[in-house]
């Protein structure tokens, strides 16, 4: 065992996966055709694409061509995941003496010949300035290969575990109790003798809410419907929207999203729309920016979800919603506005940070603030 040789490119490959994706968190990137090159991604991180190529490259045209394609590769991963103006450090290990080693417009490029030459780097150890600690290791040869591979493997099968967690499907049993919900109210006021009042009494109404404090209306609106039409259409994105993302980021977050929604959506309407207005269309507004959040966060996985459907979806009903009369836009613009701000707030499992979420609940509370100012007590 100790007298195996670890050749000195293997050994400069093996060293920077195992700080790339170990301690930078980058994921490798499956190529089809890619041969002798490595491919990283962390789109949070300033370089999204770390490429680690070590074919033997001998002079500059054959340089220039490598370049020219890691750059058209890098737009096509850029466009799948919704990540524009992305950043690229392309390291080679193995370039001819003839060759003149030169970046472009967001890539930098670095050559590395031994191991040891990583922490000589000026680029290297000016970006990731961690990398001097992280290097050092008390193993060789084999047994370092043994150590960094099983790092790796952990780390790997870790994120694997989460994007499972995350991913698998579970009972959306608070969205089926909100369908519910909906679903007898509006009997309610159908059958009742005293239906028409019902609905007058617990509508969202501006002036009613600000003569006489009648605050209830902001949440007790979101659960009544106009007609048949209404509700089975609010009822249906409701169950397709709501199921995805009480999956997605779990019933207590669900919950919060969807009252801070309801909340939201009720502020914006009464502070530019004085008209009655009912429906819970401002609430599943808020879920869909709350899908926008995850589906960012997430994007390595929903990136052309998130491009093709997500987006497409929200812009069309919200257009729909201009071009229409009787829609409470507002409500839907305040509702999706909330969704996306209380979601930053409450931070997306296993990607959000401490900094984000403290951020996100800010501005949340900030732009709750202001709205509440402008609906209810600002002097009309």
Same mark, same amino acid.
């Given at each position: 065992?100790?007298?195996?040789?670890?050749?000195?490119?293997?050994?400069?490959?093996? *060293? %920077?996966?195992?700080?790339? =994706?170990?301690?930078?968190?980058?994921?490798?990137?499956?190529?089809?055709?890619?041969?002798?090159?490595i491919w990283l991604e962390n789109l949070?991180?300033?370089?999204?694409?770390?490429?680690?190529? #070590?074919?033997?490259?001998?002079?500059?045209?054959?340089?220039?061509?490598?370049?020219? !394609?890691?750059?058209?590769? #890098?737009?096509?991963?850029?466009? *799948?995941?919704?990540?524009?103006?992305?950043?690229?450090?392309?390291?080679?290990?193995?370039?001819?003496?003839?060759?003149?080693?030169?970046?472009?417009? @967001?890539?930098?490029?670095?050559? &590395?010949?031994?191991?040891?030459?990583?922490?000589?780097?000026?680029?290297?150890? $000016?970006?990731?300035?961690?990398?001097?600690?992280?290097? $050092?290791?008390?193993?060789?040869?084999?047994?370092?290969?043994? *150590?960094?591979?099983?790092d790796i493997n952990k780390k790997n099968?870790?994120?694997?575990?989460?994007?499972?967690?995350?991913?698998?499907?579970? *009972?959306?049993?608070?969205?089926? &109790?909100?369908?519910?919900?909906?679903?007898?109210?509006?009997?309610?006021?159908?059958?009742?003798?005293?239906?028409?009042?019902?609905?007058?009494?617990?509508?969202?109404?501006?002036?009613?809410? @600000?003569?006489?404090?009648?605050?209830? !209306?902001?949440?007790?609106?979101?659960?009544?419907?106009?007609? =048949?039409?209404?509700?089975?259409?609010?009822?249906?994105?409701?169950?397709? =929207?709501?199921?995805?993302?009480? #999956?997605?980021?779990?019933?207590?977050?669900?919950?919060?999203?969807?009252?801070?929604?309801?909340?939201?959506?009720?502020?914006?309407?009464?502070?530019?729309?004085?008209?009655?207005?009912?429906?819970?269309?401002?609430?599943?507004?808020? &879920?869909?920016? /709350?899908?926008?959040?995850?589906?960012?966060?997430? !994007?390595?996985?929903?990136?052309?979800?998130? !491009? /093709?459907?997500?987006?497409?979806?929200?812009?069309?009903? %919200?257009? &729909?919603?201009?071009?229409?009369?009787?829609?409470?836009?507002?409500?839907?613009?305040?509702?999706?506005?909330?969704?996306? %701000?209380?979601?930053?707030?409450?931070?997306?499992?296993?990607?959000?940070?401490? %900094?984000? @979420?403290?951020?996100?609940?800010?501005?949340?509370?900030?732009?709750?603030?202001?709205?509440?100012?402008?609906?209810?007590?600002?002097? @009309?």
């Open positions: 065992m100790d007298e195996v040789i670890v050749n000195r490119k293997d050994l400069v490959v093996m *060293k %920077l996966l195992h700080y790339f =994706i170990t301690v930078k968190n980058y994921s490798p990137i499956i190529l089809q055709g890619a041969e002798d090159e949070d991180s300033e370089y999204q694409i770390i490429r680690i190529v #070590s074919n033997y490259l001998h002079n500059d045209e054959q340089l220039g061509f490598d370049q020219f !394609r890691a750059k058209k590769i #890098s737009n096509k991963i850029s466009r *799948k995941v919704f990540s524009y103006h992305m950043n690229i450090l392309n390291i080679y290990t193995d370039l001819g003496d003839n060759v003149h080693l030169e970046g472009g417009p @967001r890539m930098d490029v670095v050559s &590395l010949y031994e191991d040891s030459d990583i922490l000589k780097n000026n680029l290297l150890i $000016t970006k990731f300035p961690d990398m001097k600690d992280k290097l $050092t290791y008390n193993e060789e040869g084999v047994e370092l290969f043994i *150590k960094i591979t099983e099968q870790t994120d694997a575990t989460q994007a499972d967690e995350v991913f698998s499907k579970k *009972k959306p049993t608070i969205t089926y &109790l909100l369908i519910i919900i909906n679903i007898v109210c509006y009997l309610i006021t159908l059958f009742a003798s005293n239906g028409e009042k019902i609905v007058d009494d617990l509508c969202l109404h501006g002036d009613t809410i @600000r003569n006489y404090h009648e605050y209830y !209306r902001l949440v007790t609106c979101a659960f009544f419907h106009v007609d =048949i039409v209404h509700i089975l259409f609010n009822m249906y994105a409701l169950y397709i =929207i709501g199921s995805q993302m009480e #999956s997605f980021i779990g019933k207590t977050k669900f919950v919060i999203v969807y009252f801070a929604s309801i909340l939201t959506a009720s502020l914006m309407s009464i502070t530019l729309n004085n008209a009655p207005s009912i429906g819970a269309s401002g609430a599943i507004f808020g &879920l869909m920016g /709350s899908m926008l959040v995850f589906g960012y966060h997430y !994007r390595i996985y929903l990136g052309t979800v998130l !491009r /093709s459907q997500i987006i497409p979806l929200i812009v069309f009903n %919200l257009m &729909l919603g201009f071009m229409v009369s009787g829609i409470d836009n507002f409500a839907h613009i305040g509702g999706l506005l909330g969704g996306i %701000l209380v979601t930053y707030a409450l931070g997306i499992k296993y990607k959000s940070s401490k %900094l984000e @979420r403290i951020n996100g609940t800010i501005i949340f509370i900030l732009f709750t603030a202001f709205i509440t100012y402008m609906g209810l007590f600002m002097e @009309r």
